[in-house]
């Protein structure tokens, strides 16, 4: 189906889980990844036999890497993702810029671009998130997501014949996010602290509800994306929100101890109670329907040997 696919941030958490399922589901395409390593780690690709290219996404000369072959569908996971870097020049120069570098070489060439979005263009007001909200980021990196739609938006309208389609990303967790530290899920860190022999810390009174989506979920709806039949931005999510207290409980479980969570005051003022993904549109478009339950994604997790 596939000849030649280009995954930008391949070697980042769900960049590098995306390009080993498309390798897995298309043995016979060529594979790209093009990454600056910066919130990557080779690691990742431990395996890979396709090409990679370490550059600045914003400057690269894709015609120089791109321009004698033809590339079906493009992947777009490249982002600067730590929500704490709040130096704006930085975050919206890079997350935007990089966009309108792939738009504008990639428009008029029938490729299909799939691009991440956030959940985080929702702001912190609690509850179900719909794709028709108003964005009202709270940070600049959700500022720079919201500027990846609206260039989105806009080049679609203007290129009726090609299709890209965005995807916001609720609370991501799975196999290949150790590498962003303090950034990774609240999944893998707690799962750490119970290892190193810790109490589990989490906000009083642990009822605080996130929709967690296991990261096989989000590669399988980010590959269904690429088959969407016209350009759009949906929701990817599990579209049941669960508690910290579950995550606890779970990983209690699966790791076979019986730690006690110790709670915490949240000293955030503006702390999201409640997120979850209204999934209406996107199983109406993209057919897309998530296989694991928190229950499911963490047995999955602690199967594959990365949960430590």
């Known amino acids: 189906m596939y000849k030649h696919v280009v995954i930008t941030g391949g070697a980042g958490f769900v960049g590098s889980n995306l390009v080993h399922e498309m390798a897995k589901r298309y043995p016979e395409a060529d594979l790209t990844v093009v990454d600056d390593f910066r919130s990557g780690a080779f690691k990742n690709l431990e395996g890979f036999k396709g090409d990679v290219i370490a550059g600045d996404l914003a400057q690269l000369d894709l015609k120089h890497y791109f321009g004698g072959r033809k590339v079906d569908l493009l992947f777009h996971l490249a982002s600067i993702t730590d ?23 990639f428009e008029g ?37 919201v500027q990846l739609d609206n260039l989105a938006r806009r080049w679609a309208r203007e290129n009726p014949s090609q299709v890209v389609v965005g995807l916001r990303y609720f609370n991501v967790y799975g196999p290949r996010e150790a590498h962003k530290g303090a950034a990774s899920s609240m999944i893998l860190q707690l799962a750490q602290q119970i290892r190193r022999g810790q109490a589990p810390r989490i906000f009083r009174n642990g009822e605080q509800i996130r929709d967690f989506v296991y990261v096989k979920d989000i590669v399988n709806c980010t590959i269904l994306a690429a088959r969407a039949r016209t350009s759009g931005i949906y929701n990817a999510g599990s579209g049941v929100p669960r508690s910290f207290n579950d995550i606890v409980a779970n990983l209690n479980r699966v790791l076979n101890t019986q730690w006690h969570t110790e709670y915490i005051d949240n000293p955030h003022a503006h702390y999201q109670p409640h997120t979850e993904a209204d999934l209406t549109e996107t199983t109406r478009a993209l057919r897309y329907t998530p296989k694991f339950t928190l229950e499911k994604g963490i047995d999955d997790y602690a199967a594959s040997g990365f949960l430590v």
């Open 109 to 145: 060439r029938k490729t299909r671009l799939v691009y991440a979005s956030s959940a985080a263009t929702y702001g912190i007001a609690a509850g179900v998130n719909k794709v028709d909200q108003e964005p009202k980021p709270a940070n600049v990196y959700a500022f720079s997501k």
């Open 83 to 105: 929500t704490t870097d709040h130096n704006q020049f930085r975050q919206v120069r890079d997350n935007v810029e990089s966009w309108r570098n792939l738009l504008n070489y």
